[in-house]
């Protein structure tokens, strides 16, 4: 099946899908004002938030950290926090390391046997000849019973399948 193509090939596009093409100026200062206006927006909701907090009754922030001086002991445990950070970071990008190493240059991945038409069919329970009919078909209107089996296929030339004596689908008559 062909790729879907732009309407107006000659039209280039408004938003630029590739960074790469800008210069590093550009980049930064797209990169800043993106920032800058993300933490404005995280301003602009801070008096809402305060209003919630206050109506809600939260003061336990003040009291444990002004009153109390509990930014002293989040600085005192800052870095140990930081130390397990690092740790685990660090063990993350030695086995991503170890891997790459152990598995570079060799591709152990391999693309899956294609499918025949008639194995498909025999899974789905229909003949070969309609499951390829129906592979062309522009439109298809599939019912199923209850425990997922086909039950019924129309095509847009309004060909049907019903079951069968033997319980999968057969071709049958036109639907009217």
Do not use: C
């Not at 960074?19 to 933490?39: A, E, I």
């Not at 685990?88 to 391999?110: D, I, P, Q």
């Amino acid at each position: 099946m062909e790729k879907s193509r732009p309407r107006n090939p000659a039209r280039r596009p408004l938003i630029i899908e590739r960074p790469d093409l800008q210069p590093r100026s550009q980049r930064l200062v797209s990169m800043l004002l993106t920032v800058f206006f993300w933490v404005l927006w995280a301003y602009l909701w801070m008096p809402l938030l305060a209003l919630l907090g206050w109506a809600l009754g939260v003061t336990l922030y003040y009291e444990e950290m002004i009153v109390r001086d509990g930014h002293r002991i989040l600085f005192e445990v800052l870095p140990w926090y930081a130390a397990a950070v690092a740790l685990l970071g660090g063990s993350l990008v030695v086995w991503a390391m170890y891997n790459y190493y152990r598995f570079r240059g060799r591709e152990r991945r391999s693309a899956s046997a294609p499918v025949s038409v008639a194995e498909v069919a025999a899974y789905a329970g229909v003949h070969p000849v309609d499951l390829a009919r129906w592979r062309h078909a522009r439109l298809l209107h599939v019912t199923h019973d209850p425990d997922g089996r086909i039950q019924t296929v129309r095509t847009a030339t309004a060909d049907s399948v019903a079951p069968g004596p033997s319980g999968p689908a057969t071709s049958g008559p036109p639907a009217r």
